[in-house]
């Protein structure tokens, strides 16, 4: 199983950028994703998570600027980050908060990875 996250990369103030991250492997379910971040000399702090039914909750830095969405069909999680500010400078992560999975030739057995991190992207905005 893999979170592999992709579009980060240098935008402008008041710029936008789309994130995505797409599961891969022989994934049953996926419950929650989300995307956190982290800035040089800071913590990992949240930005937004989805629930699979479709429920948002953002931090109140990006309310009003980002949408968190997702396609089901697709395992794949989205991040449109309208406005940016050189604040929003960090390396962003994708996060599913329990994954079931095949294990095994005709999947006889499911098991279930938690808290599971994909690999990061690197936002920047510049002033």
């Known amino acids: 199983v893999q979170l592999q996250a992709s579009g980060g990369g240098m935008a402008q103030a008041g710029g936008s950028l789309r994130l995505s991250c797409a599961a891969s492997?022989?994934?049953?379910?996926?419950?929650?994703m989300g995307w956190y971040r982290q800035a040089p000399e800071k913590e990992r702090e949240l930005v937004a998570t989805i629930t699979g039914g479709g429920s948002t909750n953002y931090a109140d830095s990006v309310k009003g600027r980002f949408t968190i969405s997702r396609d089901n069909a697709k395992r794949t999680v989205y991040l449109q980050m309208n406005s940016l500010k050189p604040e929003d400078t960090a390396y962003y992560y994708c996060n599913a908060d329990q994954i079931k999975y095949c294990s095994g030739s005709g999947c006889p057995l499911i098991k279930t990875l938690n808290d599971y991190w994909g690999q990061g992207t690197q936002v920047t905005v510049s002033s």
């Open positions: 492997g022989s994934i049953f379910s996926i419950n929650a």
